[in-house]
């Protein structure tokens, strides 16, 4: 039997679907039999390292960021989730440069924008942090609108 994307597929939307309800188990369950069946997915890394910063199992998660990242430099989401485990291992210089790299690719992640103002924080870069701060929380307010908009039906 070979295996398909559309398996792979399916493996990641249920290790999301546990992920979302918190059953961190199952969700890490499914993302290895995912990378079992291919290693080389990115998105499987960065999800399993996501769920492995859930449970605070931050350099697992740092060491799977690290391979999403050796199968693609420009996978943004990676760039977060290193400096998110990074600023979680208290390696802040580090988060901020991950963040940089993650917002240089997607400049409208959210939550690289908090990581990079809550690591320039405990740097002593206040007014860095407070630009940072300022760009996460508008992104927050337009996501909330957009969130609204769609469940209003318009």
Excluded at 37 to 52: G, K
Excluded at 68 to 77: C, M
Excluded at 89 to 97: I, M, Q, S
Excluded at 130 to 141: M, P, Q, R, V
Aim: glycine share 6%; net charge negative; proline share 1%.
């Amino acid at each position: 039997m070979s295996v398909t994307t559309k398996d792979v597929e399916q493996l990641i939307k249920k290790g999301r679907a546990y992920s979302t309800r918190t059953k961190y188990r199952e969700a890490l369950a499914y993302y290895e039999k995912a990378l079992e069946l291919d290693p080389s997915n990115p998105e499987v890394w960065c999800l399993r390292a996501a769920t492995y910063i859930e449970i605070g199992r931050n350099e697992d998660a740092l060491k799977d960021c690290e391979h999403a990242l050796s199968l693609n430099q420009n996978y943004a989401d990676a760039w977060s989730k290193k400096g998110y485990s990074l600023y979680n291992l208290g390696r802040f210089e580090d988060a901020v440069h991950s963040c940089t790299r993650a917002l240089a690719l997607n400049g409208n992640d959210a939550s690289a924008w908090y990581i990079k103002g809550v690591s320039l924080d405990e740097l002593g870069r206040t007014a860095e942090a407070n630009e940072a701060y300022g760009k996460s929380l508008e992104l927050e307010i337009i996501f909330d609108m957009q969130a609204d908009l769609k469940r209003g039906g318009r």
